[in-house]
Nanobody, 129 residues
């Protein structure tokens, strides 16, 4: 069974940057879109952003727009989440998720957890003030 492997989390100070990566455990795994979600302490998981694999279109949550960006590298079959200007409220476990069973969804249809069928194990990001 395919898994998504995340890396890049850690402890940083406010204003710093981090880059998370997400790679399928099987190199030939194909997916329509990959998203990032996060779960801050004591709260529910929330949408961060998504990228469609074929054409690279993106969508972001308002809370991260202008600070975070998602990109993909085809040769590596990897999606990155670049996080700049980190704030303490960005502290959370970050998860990547792939939509591999339904193709052709619009970006507005790709911001819910139920849209995704493969998930990573999560990586902790902690931002100190």
């Amino acid at each position: 069974q395919v898994q998504l492997v995340e890396s890049g989390g850690g402890l940083v100070q406010a204003g710093d940057s981090l880059r998370l990566s997400c790679t399928p455990s099987e190199p030939r795994f194909s997916f329509y879109a990959m998203a990032w979600f996060r779960q801050p302490p004591g709260t529910e998981r929330e949408f961060v952003g998504v990228i469609t694999w074929r054409n690279g279109r993106t969508k972001y949550a308002d809370s991260v727009k202008g600070r975070f960006s998602i990109s993909r590298v085809g040769a590596e079959n990897t999606v990155y989440l670049q996080m700049n200007g980190l704030k303490p409220e960005d502290t959370a476990i970050y998860y990547c998720a792939a939509e591999s069973s339904t193709w052709g969804l619009t970006l507005s249809e790709l911001d819910g957890q139920n849209d995704y069928d493969v998930w990573g194990q999560g990586t902790q990001v902690t931002v100190s003030s």
